[in-house]
């Protein structure tokens, strides 16, 4: 989902960019005024305002697929995980505790992607 949305805002991006340079960077031949020349320059700052949010969005996303990633890696290692009881009460309790387990880690999920 967020990866997505961020695609889609960067080729937007892209466009107003290449917008905002028409006529100062692409096609020259025409007189440009100071008003032009201040209008795209605010509107650049403005992009690149938004791009440096965007990138700090995205480095503390990274940050929180790495913690993740890492509590993954280590609950995979636990053979405590693989342990399945003989007793039919020790297995229901057991795969109570997994779905629990399950539940919480979905909602770790959908928290760190939210936009």
């Known amino acids: 989902m967020l990866i997505l949305g961020i695609e889609k805002e960067l080729e937007e ?3 107003k960019i ?10 020259q ?12 320059a605010i509107l650049l700052d403005e992009l690149a305002g938004r791009n ?10 990274l940050i929180e697929l790495e913690e993740f990633r890492n509590v993954i890696d280590s609950l995979a290692s636990d053979s405590v995980l693989f342990y399945i009881p003989a007793d039919s009460v020790e297995v229901r309790d057991y795969l109570s505790r997994l779905t629990s387990f399950q539940k919480r880690i979905k909602q770790r999920i959908q928290y760190s992607i939210r936009p």
């Open 13 to 15: 991006t892209e466009m």
């Open 18 to 27: 290449i917008l905002a340079g028409d006529g100062i960077f692409i096609n």
């Open 29 to 40: 031949g025409t007189i440009q005024t100071a008003r032009n020349i201040s209008t795209s």
């Open 52 to 61: 440096k949010v965007r990138e700090k969005q995205i480095r503390t996303y």
